[in-house]
């Protein structure tokens, strides 16, 4: 009876151990990276932050100037320069997420809509919520912050984006600029 001839397997070169081994300067990458990773997690310890979720975490909702004011006041109102953020919004009025778009100096910020309502178009939420505050403590909107409003306002109908409100945070107080009137052009 003949033989079946055995199926030949092709045998693979071997890769050398170190063909995988990072550049000098890749090492001193990975190095630099494991020690901030290291640094973050005893700053997490220290500071007792959990790195774990803890679970499906309701999304803040907002119904009032004052919610805004409770969710952000107590960090905007001590920024020694003006911030302008943006609250992300879904139809119910929760809030999805924030985003610093501005940072300007003690008394001003260059604002441009495009910039204001980028996120909002990037993440497709149906309305938003502007604060900045003013380090002068003082939050009583200036007529810049008035014309910003109603142009931002203006431009986010054109995206079909609905501004709910413009809150302005001075120290311990703040002011709606849509329960003021002022956000109509």
């Known amino acids: ?24 300067e890749g ?17 997490a310890m220290r500071y ?17 100037p004052r919610d805004v004011y409770d969710l952000l006041g107590p960090e905007m109102s001590k920024l020694a320069q003006e911030q ?10 929760n809030v999805l997420g924030q985003r610093v778009v501005y940072q300007g100096n003690v ?19 149906p309305s938003i919520i502007i604060i900045h505050n003013h380090p002068s403590r003082n939050p009583d909107p200036s007529p810049e912050d008035v014309l910003i409003t109603r142009r931002l306002k203006k431009a986010a109908e054109l995206l079909d984006i609905e501004l709910l409100d413009h809150v302005v945070i001075g120290g ?5 600029l849509k329960e003021r009137g002022l956000m109509a052009a």
């Open 107 to 125: 008394n001003s910020s260059v604002i441009r809509a495009a910039e204001v309502l980028r996120h909002a178009v990037l993440e497709a939420v």
């Open 84 to 93: 302008l953020r943006v609250l992300l919004m879904d139809t119910q009025n």
């Open 172 to 176: 311990k107080r703040f002011v709606s």
């Open 1 to 24: 009876m003949p033989r079946k001839k055995a199926k030949q397997t092709e045998t693979l070169p071997l890769i050398p151990d170190d063909a995988f081994a990072p550049s000098p």
């Open 48 to 64: 007792e932050v959990s790195t774990k979720p803890e679970g499906p975490e309701e999304p803040p909702s907002i119904g009032s």
């Open 27 to 43: 090492q001193a990458l990975i190095d630099a990276l494991r020690s901030n990773l290291n640094l973050l997690g005893e700053l």
